[in-house]
């Protein structure tokens, strides 16, 4: 008989939904039963420091990552924006699910209806400079914690920033405001994709993992990763990079002098992507010195 697959998560409502669906996906191809795996991360925990103090978004990866190099797991769940853009030694990122919305959203008021002076909670320095642009009255306050945490912070008379992608997969899309449009404002890269990891020398999950692999999803994302790679593994600046119909866009400020740069740049859907994704990240933080 062969074994169930183990997959690892984030024990929050998202990640347990993620999850879910791609167990179910797994199930619906193969013949293997699969058993999930609860982690609790450090992201998760420390719900009083930004997170841009305690790690960034990677925070929410390491403690899952470790199941799978120490045996606990055989693959692992994560939103593709949280993954680090250097894949961690021993492991592989074994399918990429077809992306969801990739955008960003206002959760309360729509930013024509926010006020002078208006407050905005978000925990993400790219979403907090996006909106700057846009409205430089703006103020902003930290946004940690669970889904329904954050939806019991909206301001009075203001709005939170989640992404469009998190809202749908609890069945919650109907408490978007408004849809901020990825032209305007790039997403984080791998916004609304679901990566599935495992190490890198187990060929049977490998193998097992192929079929819920969306090729075009993956294409786009890993652009957007080297993009992201070579702003350099430290890079704690406000980014964003987002690939849709052959185009890549993308953002980056520095948060000290207030420059920002964007950029759109034709693909080939060829390998040769990957390199002008690197060229764009050294254009960019050309323009933002």
Do not use: W
């Amino acid at each position: 008989m062969t074994s169930a697959l183990r997959l690892a998560t984030r024990g929050s409502r998202q990640a347990m939904a993620q999850a879910t669906i791609v167990a179910d996906a797994i199930r619906a191809v193969t013949t293997r039963s699969v058993e999930i795996v609860e982690i609790q991360t450090t992201g998760d925990l420390r719900l009083d420091v930004p997170l841009h103090v305690i790690g960034g978004q990677g925070v929410f990866v390491k403690e899952v990552q470790r199941a799978l190099l120490d045996g606990r797991a055989d693959f692992a769940v994560h939103s593709a924006k949280d993954l680090p853009s250097a894949t961690a030694e021993g492991l592989t990122i074994a399918a990429f699910c077809e992306r969801r919305d990739p955008a960003d959203a206002l959760v309360g008021k729509k930013l024509v209806e926010l006020s002078e002076g208006a407050t905005v909670a978000t925990g993400s320095v790219r979403r907090r400079a996006q909106l700057t642009q846009a409205r430089p009255d703006l103020k902003f306050v930290e946004l940690r914690g669970n889904i329904d945490s954050r939806l019991s912070k909206i301001p009075a008379d203001g709005a939170i920033v989640m992404a469009v992608a998190a809202l749908q997969i609890l069945g919650m899309a109907d408490k978007v405001a408004e849809v901020l449009p990825p032209a305007d404002f790039v997403p984080a890269v791998g916004q609304g994709c679901v990566a599935v990891e495992c190490r890198g020398n187990d060929a049977d999950t490998l193998s097992a993992l192929q079929p819920i692999n969306h090729e075009q999803t993956r294409r786009d994302v890993e652009v957007e990763r080297a993009f992201l790679a070579e702003l350099g593994s430290g890079c704690s600046l406000p980014v964003g990079a987002y690939v849709t119909e052959g185009v890549l866009r993308t953002f980056l400020a520095d948060s000290d002098n207030g420059r920002t740069t964007s950029d759109e740049i034709i693909l080939t859907g060829t390998e040769a992507d990957l390199e002008t994704a690197r060229l764009a990240a050294q254009a960019s933080l050309r323009a933002v010195e």
